[in-house]
């Protein structure tokens, strides 16, 4: 099975623009999970989609937005850019097993904002 | 909510010797806590994972403990190689949602 893809990998944006990354989960899943990581932190949750509906919602301001189609494909868009928003940007696939998901993440895309 | 808490930040071990890494949580309901590495430049990857009705499992040189009682798991690497220099990060799962630790950053010395 072809394991989760994300494009692009590197993205150069300058300070209010705008940006969009797209993940491609593993095939059968129906659910991806995105995910913000900064030099020296940990994973910062910003949104899950399932089945097109986002599910859950982290604590990031409303530029930072989602969507997901019938294909499961999914893509996050992040509005008027801040230099804080450089960060290395992570999508997980999701498999459902009983009560709980299983994630397994992209390579990720790496935003730079100057 | 659920909060998961890592120790050490960062972990330096002589290549050959064991490394330890634990993770408590808050949320006595979590019932699955899997541990991941990430390599730099890459995504994390899933290494092993514990759900809650068994105390320990292990693969290879890799096992994790989960103690329910007093609410801490740990990851135990035995016979560390180079290839073992990562970050490792735990998670607690709670009504689906994955709770994560900060990190920590295991380094092995020649």
Request: with cysteine.
């Amino acid at each position: 099975k072809a394991g989760v893809t994300q494009t692009p990998r590197y993205l150069i944006k300058t300070r209010g623009q705008q940006v969009t990354l797209s993940c491609s989960p593993i095939s059968g899943h129906r659910s991806v999970s995105w995910y913000q990581q900064t030099p020296g932190q940990g994973l910062q949750f910003l949104f899950e989609y399932f089945s097109e509906t986002q599910r859950n919602k982290g604590n990031f301001p409303g530029r930072f937005s989602g969507r997901q189609f019938s294909n499961s494909r999914s893509e996050m868009n992040v509005s008027t850019l801040e230099l804080g928003d450089s960060a290395l940007y992570l999508c997980a696939s999701l498999r459902t097993s009983g009560s709980l998901n299983e994630q397994f993440f992209g390579p990720g895309t790496r935003l730079t904002v100057l | 909510g659920e909060n998961v808490e890592q120790h050490p930040s960062t972990l330096s071990v002589q290549e050959g010797d064991s490394a330890v890494i634990k993770c408590t949580y808050s949320d006595s309901a979590s019932n699955y806590f899997p541990w991941y590495k990430q390599e730099l430049g890459k995504g994390p990857q899933l290494i092993i994972d514990i759900r809650s009705n068994v105390g320990e499992k292990k693969d290879q040189r890799i096992a994790v403990t989960l103690n329910k009682t007093a609410k801490h798991f740990s990851l135990h690497i035995t016979e560390t190689q180079p290839e073992d220099s990562a970050v490792y990060f735990c998670a607690a799962s709670s009504n689906y949602q994955l709770i994560w630790g900060a990190g920590t950053k295991l380094i092995i010395k020649p």
